[in-house]
């Protein structure tokens, strides 16, 4: 097996952003099912791993203008996650509630499948909530001290805190699957509304931060964390 072979999926998305959208193409899972090789997941699937190896030749390089977040501290990562992601999740999850809430009273009756997004966004939104104020809590705090001093102890088991986390993140990746599905991948009906299609868009959009924000933790916070 070659270098390429070896290399992880959640590695490639790391070293370049931009695979992102070939494993995305590929409906392949580049955030939770990271830890895979292109050869595992194309088994799984039933794919043909040669275009995707092209797609990926031919993906180009970040600029130096986008985030590298393979090369930040990981003080200042957590603070970027905590400011960007968690603030994202925590502020979009208020106004996806009310939207969501308004189109099952108004359009739920022609189109019940909004009740079915309604409570798996609702699960989805809460669940987050709980654990990303966790991880501020807990992990947060205790990563910031353990880059300035190496003899810091988590106040627990890491490894187990961290499996905990990816469990969730599992999850909802999944819940968010089944939104995607019923949703017909955030397609609004035909001649639907204005609050209809942005609630769409930010459900899509939802879905992406969701994306990255469980990829810079699986693949990048967490395996630097378990090597201090």
């Not at 899972?29 to 830890?35: L, V, Y």
Request: glycine content about 4%; overall charge negative.
């Amino acid at each position: 097996m070659n270098q390429l072979q070896e290399k992880t999926i959640g590695e490639y998305v790391a070293e370049n952003f931009r695979t992102a959208a070939v494993f995305k193409k590929y409906g392949i899972n580049f955030c939770c099912k990271g830890g895979r090789t292109i050869e595992e997941t194309c088994k799984m699937k039933d794919l043909d791993p040669a275009p995707i190896y092209e797609d990926l030749k031919n993906t180009p390089q970040g600029t130096a203008e986008e985030n590298d977040f393979n090369s930040w501290s990981l003080t200042d990562l957590v603070n970027y996650i905590k400011e960007v992601h968690h603030e994202y999740i925590q502020e979009k999850s208020i106004y996806m509630l009310q939207f969501l809430d308004k189109l099952c009273r108004v359009h739920g009756e022609r189109h019940p499948e909004l009740f079915k997004i309604n409570e798996l966004f609702t699960l989805s939104s809460q669940n987050l909530i709980v654990h990303l104020r966790d991880a501020e809590e807990k992990l947060f705090p205790y990563i910031r001290e353990k880059e300035q001093n190496s003899e810091i102890a988590f106040g627990g088991d890491l490894q187990a805190y961290i499996e905990k986390l990816q469990t969730v993140y599992q999850t909802e990746k999944e819940r968010f699957e089944e939104i995607a599905r019923v949703s017909d991948d955030f397609t609004p009906p035909e001649g639907a509304c204005t609050t209809y299609r942005v609630t769409f868009q930010m459900l899509n959009e939802f879905d992406e931060y969701l994306q990255v924000y469980i990829h810079l933790e699986n693949n990048i916070l967490f395996p630097k964390l378990l090597k201090l």
